[in-house]
């Protein structure tokens, strides 16, 4: 059975100059990057090459990036490292339909203040204005919300933050936006990025550090990552990640597939009413979002219901809900996610059986 695979929010297909670049390294540069022998110093300079190209996206120095074992290790980092280091610990601002590595972070912080989004998912920037005062310590807001695609004013945030606070960190959860949409230069002092998101391996993130920003590690040991992250840097992960950091993503081929996508879906509600092209989150009442999801799976259309890290956690999308969902539609809602190896003809086809399976299920679950 042929797949058309989009559930690219949850995780991507590498890449195959990612797969190349990582096969060489396992076989040809295994060494310790902290070893002083040829060996290490081919890994060294393999890993110092990798940071470069994922400080290229963000407009950042080599010097700012620090590598992760991924985008929940990165939020953990950036959030409990930077608040534990201040001298002062005051508030901290973030959003009530954030990713839950940063919610559950925060709240195991210290006193968080929680920001509403309209119906559309976006935050109330003036909202944020009255909320942002000399106690607050730190914000994080992520660039592209998970679920729906919404996505933030970052540089408007910064902008509010700073005037308001200049003190006041701001983190940015990038991961759903790294390399897949510009991010505007200097408008936050700490980013998380994941690789598996962009066609690099699992197990590998990197968090941006600007310059002068103190954090406290959660890793103690050897002192890599200039004592910021310790242990043995996975060479072949960061090789890869680095190589996917400098992949060329078409925005405008998958602005073209989202748009064919809104055309052609007949009976169901769109719920990413504006944000990323890459992802679009919409439901069909009166169908629980499992047995639509499994549906399609049978017919080899792969979507997901919502966050993959929060899939072992029964109960409603907490990113739908803070929207004023109704109960139906939030319950029946799916995530459509995009990617670069998407083409129009799987778009084309993939609509097609949805349009065929949702009046099917509607029929078969009226006769119960």
Do not use: W
Request: charged share 20%; proline share 3%; net charge positive.
């Amino acid at each position: 059975m042929k797949i058309i695979y989009l559930d690219n929010g949850a995780t991507t297909k590498q890449h195959p100059a990612v797969i190349s670049e990582m096969l060489e390294v396992i076989e040809h540069n295994y060494g310790n990057p902290s070893s002083l022998h040829t060996l290490g110093v081919q890994a060294e300079r393999i890993v110092k090459k990798a940071r470069q190209s994922v400080a290229k996206p963000l407009k950042a120095t080599a010097a700012e990036v620090y590598f992760t074992s991924g985008g929940t290790e990165s939020n953990n980092l950036a959030l409990s490292g930077a608040y534990n280091a201040l001298r002062i610990k005051g508030d901290i601002i973030t959003v009530k339909t954030e990713h839950k590595s940063v919610l559950e972070t925060v709240k195991n912080l210290g006193n968080v203040i929680y920001l509403d989004v309209d119906k559309s998912g976006v935050i109330d920037t003036e909202a944020l204005q009255s909320l942002v005062t000399e106690n607050t310590s730190l914000v994080s807001i992520s660039h592209v919300n998970n679920e729906t695609g919404a996505i933030a004013p970052i540089e408007q945030i910064s902008d509010i933050i700073k005037r308001k606070n200049a003190k006041c960190l701001f983190h940015v959860d990038a991961v759903q936006s790294y390399c897949k949409l510009d991010f505007p230069k200097n408008s936050a002092d700490l980013v998380s990025v994941s690789g598996h998101k962009i066609h690099g391996p699992k197990g590998i993130g990197a968090l941006y550090v600007k310059t002068g920003i103190r954090l406290k590690p959660l890793i103690y040991g050897g002192g890599q990552e200039k004592g910021i992250r310790s242990g043995t840097e996975n060479t072949a992960a960061i090789a890869g990640l680095g190589v996917a950091s400098a992949l060329k993503f078409e925005l405008e081929h998958i602005k073209s597939l989202n748009a064919l996508l809104r055309n052609r879906l007949r009976g169901v509600i769109v719920n990413s009413v504006e944000g990323s092209p890459y992802i679009l989150n919409i439901s069909a009442p009166g169908i629980r979002s499992e047995i639509l999801l499994h549906s399609l799976e049978q017919r080899g259309v792969i979507v997901s219901s919502g966050s993959a890290c929060s899939s072992n956690r029964p109960g409603a999308s907490h990113v739908l809900t803070a929207m004023g969902l109704q109960r139906d539609i939030i319950e029946s809602s799916i995530r459509i996610s995009l990617s670069m190896l998407n083409t129009e003809k799987e778009i084309i086809e993939a609509t097609d059986i949805i349009n065929e399976v949702i009046p099917k299920l509607k029929q078969q679950l009226r006769k119960r």
